[in-house]
């Protein structure tokens, strides 16, 4: 099992910069991938970004280019450092731990945390 908890999450205006944090309550190097999803109301949740244990990482199209994945395993957080917001951004931003061990599997979901881009 593993316990995530988001922060970050805030009003930030059109263009502007956030990061957002992800604590989970093991290593992550023995987490197989760890992703950040988002939900805007009335929208299905959707990856935005995943980072696997090997530190390959993978973006979807409308964050390409503006938003970065990055795990920091001596503080067992991954970061999701979102630049050059739009308000299309605005949504509910979920850490997600995919576990894989040989006995079983897993998916675990933090709290969430609200991202408004705003003027």
């Known amino acids: 099992q593993v316990q995530l908890v988001e922060s970050g999450g805030g009003l930030v205006q059109p263009g502007g910069s956030l990061r957002l944090s992800c604590a989970a309550s093991?290593?992550?190097?023995?987490?197989?991938?760890m992703s950040w999803y988002r939900q805007a109301p009335g929208k299905q949740r959707e990856v935005v970004s995943s980072?696997?244990?090997?530190?390959?990482?993978s973006y979807a199209d409308s964050v390409k280019g503006r938003f970065s994945i990055s795990g920091d395993n001596a503080k067992n957080t991954v970061y999701l450092q979102m630049n050059r917001l739009k308000p299309e951004d605005t949504a509910v931003y979920y850490c997600n731990a995919d576990v894989r061990t040989s006995i079983g599997s897993g998916q675990y979901w933090g709290q969430g945390t609200q991202v408004t881009v705003s003027s």
């Open positions: 980072i696997l244990f090997t530190g390959d990482t």
């Open positions: 093991r290593s992550i190097s023995t987490i197989y991938a």
